[in-house]
Nanobody
Framework: QVQLVESGGGLVQAGESLRLSCAAS????????MGWYRQAPGKQRELVAT???????NYAEFVKGRFTISRDNAKNMVYLQMNSLKPEDTAVYYC???????????WGEGTLVTVSS
C-alpha cells in the first residue's frame, strides 16, 4: 500500500499562484509515476500533470505554460506549482501514485483549490 497526503490548497484570486505538495509513503517502487489530477464540480476527474521517477513529464494542454510539476525522489514528494490561476482551475486536486511494476494506482484524499474572479 501507498499512502498519499496532499497539502497546499486554498482560496486565491485569479492571476495568483499556489503550490501543492504531496507526500508518498509505504510501498514505494523504483519505477513509478506521480502526478496530479483534478475534479471540478459536476465534471469527471482529469489529468493535470504527471512525472516519472526518471523525470519525464506529461501535462494537460490547459495547464501548459502555467503549471509546473516537480519531484523530490529522495523524499518521495511531488509538487505542483500553479501560476496565473483562473476561475476554471477551481477543483479538488488529487495526488496520484502509480506503481508501474505492479500496475497499481493510489490516490490521495484531495485538496481543494478555489480561484475567485
Amino acid at each position: 500500500q501507498v499512502q498519499l497526503v496532499e497539502s497546499g490548497g486554498g482560496l486565491v484570486q485569479a492571476g495568483e499562484s499556489l503550490r501543492l505538495s504531496c507526500a508518498a509513503s509505504g510501498a514505494i517502487s523504483s519505477i513509478d509515476v506521480m502526478g496530479w489530477y483534478r475534479q471540478a464540480p459536476g465534471k469527471q476527474r482529469e489529468l493535470v500533470a504527471t512525472m516519472s521517477r526518471s523525470g519525464r513529464t506529461n501535462y494537460a494542454e490547459f495547464v501548459k505554460g502555467r503549471f509546473t510539476i516537480s519531484r523530490d525522489n529522495a523524499k518521495n514528494m511531488v509538487y505542483l506549482q500553479m501560476n496565473s490561476l483562473k476561475p476554471e482551475d477551481t477543483a479538488v486536486y488529487y495526488c496520484n501514485y502509480r506503481n508501474i511494476a505492479q500496475g497499481r494506482n493510489y490516490w490521495g484524499e484531495g485538496t481543494l483549490v478555489t480561484v475567485s474572479s
